[in-house]
């Protein structure tokens, strides 16, 4: 199967099924092609006008961006954020989510928060992924595209945290704004996440 299937709970957690669960509505445990398609499209603007921005004055500076994105998203995160979320516990060799589907998952799964150099290193490579176009549209002097590479950029983060972010079960992430009601249901849930959280479920 291309995703999880939408009738089983998640690997993680204990139910045997997900009908009536209290958090169904409020987290987005299992993923469908539609789920892919609405990040892709929101995410990929900014790529293609920084991109584009890059390729004016060098195409090697844009093979290298290029190999930065691909280090960055399709393995140093998967280590420093996606070993953390549930779905990284789920049975294959790859991930199944949104947001690096198709992701090798080349470390063990590490239930529980992330800690600082963690952190660091998730926001270090959103800043040099991100930030480096900045410097070939300031250097071109090409303002169109910086205004547009900016208002995407912006566009695409506000909608990830509030319509993605929102309902997503890595609360290790550090972009997660679930409500502490939802991580209070999925935790009963799920004993082994709520244990490496330092939490007991039965009084989240």
Known sequence: MLFLDPDRPIASCTSATCDGCPTGTALHCHFTL????????LALPSFLIGGAGIYYKSGWMLVLWI????????????????SHCPHYAE???????????????????????????EKTIFFGGFIVVWGYP???????????????????????????????CSQCINFACPLNTVGETAR??????????AEAWGIDPEHS
């Open 34 to 41: 539609k789920d892919l398609t609405h990040f892709l499209l």
């Open 91 to 117: 049975p294959g060799y790859s991930l199944k989510c949104w947001a690096n589907y198709g992701s090798p998952k080349l470390w063990r799964y590490r239930p529980g928060p992330m800690i600082l150099i």
């Open 134 to 164: 900045l410097l070939f549209l300031l250097a071109g002097s090409q303002w169109f595209l910086l205004i547009v590479y900016v208002l995407s950029t912006t566009g695409f983060f506000m909608t990830l945290r509030k319509y993605f």
């Open 184 to 193: 209070r249901g999925f935790f009963d849930r799920n004993p082994e996440i």
């Open 67 to 82: 190999s930065m994105i691909v280090g960055f998203f399709g393995f140093l995160e998967i280590r420093v954020m996606c």
